[in-house]
């Protein structure tokens, strides 16, 4: 069956600092791989999206930036964390080049920017 | 603005009470989704209903689609304490490429508390 595994659970981070979170799927090949944020009681911002190795689209301008060196593993980056980069990230996936597919995620980061 | 849009915000009700949720859009939809989550963690997928069906069930899940009024309703019978969550629908599009990442649309959530 398909997992999707995502570190760390918390993280606190002061302002200007570097960001990595991971995130890794198994059990699929060639997944789309998405990133969102989610404030406090709201609903779900796209970040990013992949469909390949290599490939990424951004939906909103900001201070992050995703990568996918592995077909199965999607990085979110940043250089110089903002206090308005706090928040609980998700990371998820669906089936190979059917985007109408139920997305399955994982359990999220909470990150606090300090 | 969103196209989903769910209503009621909040909902507290009592064990054993039936839950009903409801969500609204805008445009055309491929199909649309209704998800789950507890807090601090991850969205977990419930029911899919597609833009040609009108209704469906699961276990004690009972999902409606008006593609004429863009509306759509999560009942949750027979309510439990451990149904208390928030509930997300994600409205579909099937815009065809590569555009996947475009395709969902989440609303802002319900929280439901079921009281014991």
């Known amino acids: 069956s398909q997992t999707i595994h995502q570190w760390p659970a918390t993280l606190v981070q002061p302002v200007g600092s570097p960001l990595s979170l991971e995130c890794t799927v198994e059990?699929?090949?060639?997944?789309?791989l998405y990133w969102y944020r989610q404030a406090a009681g709201r609903g779900l911002q796209l970040l990013f999206y992949?469909?390949?190795?290599?490939?990424i689209s951004s939906e909103v301008p900001q201070n992050l930036s995703a990568s996918r060196p592995q077909d199965r593993q999607f990085i979110l980056s940043s250089k110089k964390l903002l206090l308005s980069d706090s928040g609980f990230y998700l990371c998820?996936?669906?089936?190979?080049?059917?985007?109408?597919?139920?997305?399955?995620f994982g359990d999220g980061t909470r990150l606090s920017i300090l | 603005s969103q196209q989903g849009e769910e209503d009621p915000q909040a909902l507290s009700i009592q064990e054993g009470e039936n839950a009903t949720m409801n969500c609204s859009y805008k445009?055309?939809?491929?199909?649309l989704q209704w998800y789950r989550q507890n807090s601090g963690r991850g969205l977990v997928h419930l029911i899919l209903i597609r833009s040609n069906e009108r209704e469906k069930h699961s276990g004690r899940l009972r999902v409606t689609l008006d593609t004429s009024k863009k509306s759509s309703s999560l009942l949750i019978t027979a309510s439990r304490a451990a149904d208390t969550a928030s509930y997300f629908c994600a409205t579909v599009f099937h815009l065809g490429g590569s555009n996947y990442g475009q395709n969902f649309v989440f609303g802002p959530g319900t929280r439901l508390s079921v009281l014991p």
């Open positions: 998820a996936w669906s089936v190979s080049r059917q985007g109408w597919q139920p997305q399955h």
């Open positions: 059990g699929t090949s060639n997944p789309n």
């Open positions: 992949s469909v390949g190795i290599g490939q």
């Open positions: 445009t055309s939809i491929n199909n």
